[in-house]
């Protein structure tokens, strides 16, 4: 079993929709967790980070952490075509100087 | 300013050869990570460097891949009797090591023929 899991999609949705995206993991040493998205042949780029459980919310997006359930999600509000990406989980023993484990991505794709 | 950059973007080599991918991290950047990306999936870590000293290289598939930071900036993934199931897109990463997030390069994608 991995140590995160995430549901690879791919995942279509109309322009304006309300997306949400998950991941589980089986480790409860994991404090950080952090949101990539990743367009074609690109590196990754941080999104969100939070740490221990709770809400963030950064424009149309919000990252929530349910520690108790090792549940992470991702909400993108007003989904534009320019948010068609994979988007990545990933999280972390401690912030800086811990490896990142990733789930495997999920494909989002917005049609307009 | 300038990000993570990595040389070469694509390399084609044969079964056996011998690669170098090269890592130029962001400026005043002290940790470095390389992480291999495998199509369809996520980044999986390879080596992290805090200066010239690797701190982890639990993520290192074998004996074949090497990677080095002599001088705590640029760094050096090295990989002998390359095989075709090496081919992935290697990701280098580098973080300023004060609790900052770790920013990734475009990646070299390598295939092995």
């Known amino acids: 079993q991995k140590e995160v899991e995430q549901d690879p999609g791919p995942l279509s949705v109309p322009e304006g929709a309300i997306v949400s995206l998950n991941c589980t993991y089986s480790n409860s040493a994991f404090q950080y967790f952090m949101w990539y998205r990743q367009y074609s042949r690109k590196g990754p780029e941080l999104l969100m980070y939070t740490y221990s459980s709770g809400n963030k919310e950064d424009g149309r997006f919000t990252a929530q952490v349910d520690k108790s359930s090792k549940y992470i999600s991702l909400f993108i509000r007003d989904s534009q075509p320019s948010d068609s990406a994979t988007y990545l989980c990933a999280m972390s023993r401690s912030y800086n100087t811990d490896k990142l484990i990733f789930g495997t991505g999920t494909r989002l794709q917005v049609f307009p | 300013g300038a990000g993570v950059s990595q040389t070469p973007s694509n390399k084609v080599t044969e079964k056996g050869k011998y690669v170098e991918l090269r890592c130029d991290p962001i400026s005043g950047h002290t940790a470095l990570y390389w992480y291999r990306q495998s199509l369809g999936q996520g980044p999986e870590f390879l080596i992290y460097f805090q200066g010239t000293g690797a701190a982890d290289d639990s993520g290192l598939p074998n004996d074949r891949f090497f990677a080095v930071r002599p001088e705590g900036s640029v760094s050096t993934l090295k990989i002998q009797r390359t095989e075709r199931g090496d081919s992935a897109v290697y990701l280098c990463?580098?973080?300023?090591?004060?609790?900052?997030?770790?920013?990734f390069g475009p990646g070299t994608r390598l295939l092995v023929l």
């Open positions: 990463a580098s973080s300023r090591g004060d609790g900052e997030t770790q920013y």
